[in-house]
């Protein structure tokens, strides 16, 4: 009996996760899935309150491991002295996007999800999380620089938001697009390069 419930609890999770990368989250349907899985969706709703917590049964820890490992860095860099943020900011920075980049590819079918199939559920702000967090952690460093940077042109939170949210959009643009790992590091690399060159205007 329990070998046949594990079984059943597969299938589910099995074609839940392909309906849900074909349809996304508010096209998904509970029967459909129940159809391809051999069950009801009566045995669904035994194992997964709602469509959302099965949504979630793929997502959530991904999510929120990323979103951790970023608060964590920008914590850290944040808490370093003035002379190792302004020595290492390009440097670092460049390597932890490749180490969350590494992280996606290893997970690719769930950050699918989140970032192309998740409109309606809570993961359809994750791009959104990120860019703040950013933008928190670029405002503490421009506090700490002020004296360094007093000939540069001043920058507002709004800007720094919307640069933010540009750069992450384009950094999930290779989730969207399906790059393989190779094409996604060349488009990462050319992403760094072209915010670099815009951000020397204002920060050092």
């Excluded at 849900?20 to 899985?37: E, P, Q, T, V």
């Excluded at 194992?47 to 929120?64: G, N, Q």
């Excluded at 808490?79 to 992280?103: C, H, I, V, W």
Aim: net charge negative; aromatic share 16%.
């Amino acid at each position: 009996m329990a070998l046949w419930v594990e079984e059943a609890t597969e299938n589910i999770i099995a074609a839940a996760k392909e309906e849900f990368l074909k349809y996304g989250f508010i096209n998904a349907s509970l029967r459909r899935i129940a159809d391809k899985a051999n069950t009801s969706p009566r045995s669904i709703y035994t194992r997964f309150s709602d469509k959302e917590e099965l949504f979630t049964h793929f997502v959530k820890e991904h999510a929120d491991y990323f979103l951790a490992g970023m608060e964590k860095y920008l914590k850290n860099f944040s808490a370093s002295p003035k002379e190792e943020q302004m020595e290492g900011r390009k440097e670092n920075s460049s390597n932890f996007a490749f180490t969350l980049l590494d992280y996606i590819y290893d997970n690719f079918d769930a950050f699918y999800m989140i970032v192309c199939c998740s409109k309606g559920t809570v993961y359809e702000n994750f791009i959104e999380q990120i860019a703040a967090l950013e933008t928190e952690h670029t405002q503490k460093y421009l506090i700490a620089i002020d004296s360094e940077i007093r000939d540069l042109p001043k920058v507002t939170a709004e800007f720094i938001h919307m640069m933010s949210r540009s750069f992450f959009d384009g950094f999930f643009e290779t989730v969207r697009h399906g790059f393989d790992r190779e094409k996604a590091r060349e488009h990462i690399e050319k992403l760094i390069l072209f915010h670099n060159g815009g951000w020397e205007k204002f920060l050092i």
